[in-house]
């Protein structure tokens, strides 16, 4: 099979500079059985995530929605193309079919799909947008979690969907022992994270425990630098036991999960799926977590969860973990397992009778489901 994944604009598949979605595609490819024949489509850039086949897009300061669906019927008919994958955005992806109706489109959320604001023009737009998704040729969710919360709000969309979640070649994993005494968080800098509670919980907890350290990983502080400067600011009393770091390579991210004890998610909002806990199960850190939307669906009982997200809830969990040492080791350790059981991209070496679809198995059964059943309109 011939499919073209393609990235929104100003994604661009870079090994250094990739956020999460370029992150899932990128392993969504790697483990596929169709890797050889998937062309990723992405604005240019420097040295890619993975070893594939790449179109690289002009980039588009205009029309960039109609640019991408424009280029992309180029290429179909330059390249060959049996199924489009588009992430994200519902009314790009709605394009792309527009001008290839020839060919199934798949949307692949990463998010919920959430209705529009009430109001006067809310019924109307709700309209336009059910009627974008039923152009398709399928959806994809990345949790039971954003599935269920789509079929009851949008009863009215038919087309074929499947739960494909973020994942992780686990045999590329080290988790450290023994565990560095250091609390990571790793998160954008806006307050629905939960960044700085974190940092005061966690300076607060490191008050009265000094021998543990802090790294916070911070991404896009220059999208709100007011909020950045709290985090930094609320971590300044722990002086060089907290590293405030940005601008980091999955790579990095990989290590401090696999060296550090604990793994804070603390997010406030509703998290469709939750990757940075996958992360942290995968590195065998011990995770406290917010437990919000997926994020219970990824931990399950191997989490520590907090009542709210405060810095004095995040104090008492910190130090629950480091006073009692087995109870910590026993959810890091039931956390690996987990992770592995439930989120594995692949399963090399073991019979597919022997055991559950893997995450990119069921992503390929689904892409197959997709052409077989597609009649263009």
């Known amino acids: 099979m011939r499919i073209f994944q393609v990235l929104p604009r100003r994604m661009r598949f870079e090994a250094r500079h990739a956020t999460s979605?370029?992150?899932c595609v990128a392993d969504w490819v790697a483990?596929?059985?169709?890797?050889?024949?998937?062309?990723?489509?992405?604005e240019a850039g420097g040295a890619p995530l993975l070893d594939?086949?790449?179109?690289?897009?002009a980039p588009a300061r205009r029309l960039a929605s109609y640019r991408t669906a424009w280029d992309l019927r180029q290429a179909v008919a330059r390249l060959g193309c049996d199924l489009i994958v588009f992430q994200q955005h519902i009314a790009?992806?709605?394009?792309?079919?527009?001008?290839?109706p020839s060919l199934p489109v798949v949307l692949q959320t990463h998010n919920f799909v959430a209705p529009s604001a009430t109001g006067p023009a809310a019924a109307a737009l709700d309209a336009l947008t059910a009627w974008r998704l039923n152009r398709l040729g399928g959806i994809t969710f990345v949790s039971e979690t954003t599935r269920r919360d789509f079929e009851t709000r949008w009863p009215q969309v038919r087309v074929p969907r499947a739960v494909v979640s973020n994942g992780f070649d686990f045999s590329g994993w080290t988790p450290k022992v023994p565990r560095a005494k250091q609390v990571l968080f790793v998160g954008r800098a806006q307050e629905d994270k939960g960044a700085l509670e974190a940092a005061e919980g966690v300076a607060r907890f490191a008050a009265r425990y000094p021998e543990w350290g802090a790294v916070f990983v911070v991404s896009e502080p220059e999208r709100n630098?007011?909020?950045?400067?709290?985090?930094?600011?609320?971590?300044?009393?722990?002086?060089?036991?907290?590293?405030?770091?940005?601008?980091?390579?999955?790579?990095?991210?990989?290590?401090?999960?696999?060296?550090?004890?604990?793994?804070?998610?603390?997010?406030?909002?509703?998290?469709?799926?939750g990757r940075t806990a996958v992360e942290a199960h995968a590195g065998a850190a011990t995770l406290v977590s917010s437990g919000t939307g997926g994020l219970r669906e990824i931990s399950g009982d191997c989490a520590l969860y907090l009542d709210a997200v405060t810095p004095e809830a995040i104090e008492a969990a910190l130090a629950r973990?480091?006073?009692?040492?087995?109870?910590?080791?026993?959810?890091a350790r039931e956390g690996a397992a987990r992770a592995?059981?439930?989120?594995?991209?692949?399963?090399?070496?073991?019979p597919a009778a022997e055991r559950d679809a893997t995450i990119c198995e069921r992503l390929d059964a689904f892409y197959d489901e997709v052409v077989q059943s597609w009649r263009p309109a």
């Open 31 to 42: 483990g596929s059985r169709y890797r050889s024949g998937t062309t990723v489509f992405a």
């Open 225 to 273: 630098p007011t909020y950045f400067d709290a985090v930094k600011a609320a971590l300044a009393p722990m002086g060089a036991r907290a590293e405030l770091l940005t601008g980091v390579p999955f790579s990095r991210i990989k290590a401090l999960n696999e060296s550090v004890a604990i793994s804070l998610v603390p997010s406030k909002w509703i998290e469709p799926f």
């Open 321 to 331: 973990l480091a006073q009692d040492p087995s109870l910590a080791e026993g959810l």
């Open 92 to 100: 790009t992806a709605a394009r792309i079919a527009a001008l290839n």
């Open 21 to 23: 979605v370029e992150l």
């Open 340 to 350: 592995r059981l439930l989120w594995r991209l692949t399963a090399p070496g073991v």
């Open 52 to 57: 594939v086949s790449i179109e690289r897009f």
